[in-house]
């Protein structure tokens, strides 16, 4: 029967290694819905941030007509894209009340005033009232 001391080892048993495999999984396990969680958190905290763009951008057209003497109204529409199309460089969304159009992400819906956000949810204009929904 022969002995070794705990000094003299040069290697993990293969007992230890599997409890280092066991606790690593389960600290993935852990980590990753939350991972996700945050990414769906950070999307949805994004697509906020243009909606509220977008309606302060339509206020702000309202109070450059009354100014201007135009009378207080509303963008006509928002852009110029096809309907059923994706937001792109060369098809940018929000031309006409933004300095800085979107061009990623979005798609326009079915209708000509109905845009639907990455994470699917559809919003619409509506030029007499100026509301964005």
């Known amino acids: 029967m022969r002995v070794e001391k705990a000094a003299h080892r040069k ?3 293969l007992v230890e290694l599997m409890i280092i ?6 600290l993935t396990a852990l980590s990753i819905p939350r991972y996700v969680n945050a990414r769906e958190r950070a999307e949805e905290a994004a697509e906020v941030k243009i909606v509220k763009s977008v309606r302060t951008a339509i206020e702000a ?3 450059g007509q009354i100014m201007h003497g135009g009378g ?3 963008p006509e529409k928002l852009d110029d894209a096809p309907t059923e199309s994706d937001a792109g460089p060369t098809n940018p969304f929000f031309v006409h009340i933004m300095d800085i159009p979107l ?6 819906g079915s ?3 109905t845009y639907v956000s990455p994470s699917g949810n559809e919003f619409v204009y509506r030029p007499e009232t100026g509301q964005f929904q």
Do not use: M, N
């Not at 495999?21 to 389960?26: A, D, G, N, P, R």
């Not at 061009?103 to 326009?108: C, F, L, M, P």
């Open 103 to 108: 061009t990623s992400g979005w798609e326009k």
């Open 61 to 63: 057209y309202r109070a």
């Open 111 to 113: 209708t000509i005033h």
């Open 72 to 74: 207080a109204v509303f």
């Open 11 to 13: 290697a993990f048993t």
């Open 21 to 26: 495999v066991v606790l690593l999984s389960i």
